[in-house]
């Protein structure tokens, strides 16, 4: 059960409402995430926006999925975990022993997936501060300074998402049982 209270478009403040009605027009149900969120709508607008550039970068939403898995595993994030994961199989179409490897943080057969999710954890290890050999065998893997900083951004999405959930509690919805995931000792 969740320790903050999950809203909805009737209980919500006034100014989270119009976010409650996008994300349960677009999901088909109100996540749990989206439903904490709710309480401060300054919280649920950064979380919308923040979302919604993301999504314009250009790595591709597989590459993308894998920041948001790596990031969420590392931060022991269940609720996120398994969400990402039905958008990483369901719409990213990534090969389901790809999605294991990264709930694991183990190395991915995929070897410009790899070269994310590794530059992910280094970015999320050094707080940023990668050393000039880890960026540039990102670099090297084929990606750009534009992709660096938008792996950062990923994890800036994802540390908001993670870290709400992990103050709430937030179960995952029924929606995402399927998926669920728990953080082992070496995750958090």
């Known amino acids: 059960m969740s320790r903050i209270p999950l809203q909805n478009v009737g209980s919500a403040p006034e100014a989270s409402r119009p976010f409650l009605e996008r994300s349960l027009a677009a999901n088909g149900f109100l996540p749990n995430l989206v439903a904490a969120l709710a309480n ?12 919604e550039i993301n999504s314009r970068a250009d790595l591709t939403l597989a590459e993308r999925e894998a920041v948001q898995i790596t990031a969420a595993a590392i931060h022991g994030c269940g609720f996120c975990v398994a969400g990402h994961t039905a958008i990483a199989l369901k719409k990213a179409q990534l090969d389901p022993a790809i999605v294991d490897a990264l709930r694991a943080q183990q190395p991915l057969p995929d070897a410009r997936l790899d070269a994310v999710a590794v530059f992910t954890r280094l970015v999320i290890a050094a707080r940023g501060a990668v050393t000039d050999a880890e960026l540039a065998a990102f670099l090297a893997a084929g990606f750009t300074h534009a992709n660096a900083l938008e792996v950062v951004l990923g994890v800036s999405l994802a540390t908001l998402c993670n870290f709400a959930n992990n103050l709430a509690r937030n179960e995952p919805n029924p929606q995402l049982a399927g998926y669920r995931w728990e953080p082992d000792a070496q995750t958090v």
């Open 40 to 51: 401060a709508p300054a919280a649920l607008e950064t979380y919308v926006s923040v979302g």
